[in-house]
């Protein structure tokens, strides 16, 4: 039962995460780093260090939270 509680907040975390570490990552400065007129890399790469960051932090809650079950149980 706990399995399926904790993959539920895994995809809470993550979905919820995506957007918000998109919009931290738009105050960023990634025109320096490509030629002009490439919006969609750079949106690109936003969307994909945002997923990225989203799964980390999702990924160390649930461990996090298996490791405090592992203990108690």
Do not use: C, H
Request: hydrophobic share 70%; aromatic share 20%.
């Amino acid at each position: 039962m706990f399995d399926k509680i904790i993959t539920m907040w895994f995809l809470f975390i993550l979905i919820g995460l995506v957007p918000i570490n998109y919009r931290a990552l738009m105050a960023l400065n990634f025109s320096k780093l490509f030629q002009k007129a490439s919006t969609w890399q750079i949106r690109f790469l936003m969307m994909l260090i945002s997923i990225l960051m989203a799964f980390l932090a999702a990924f160390a809650f649930v461990y996090i939270i298996e490791r405090i079950i592992s203990v108690i149980y």
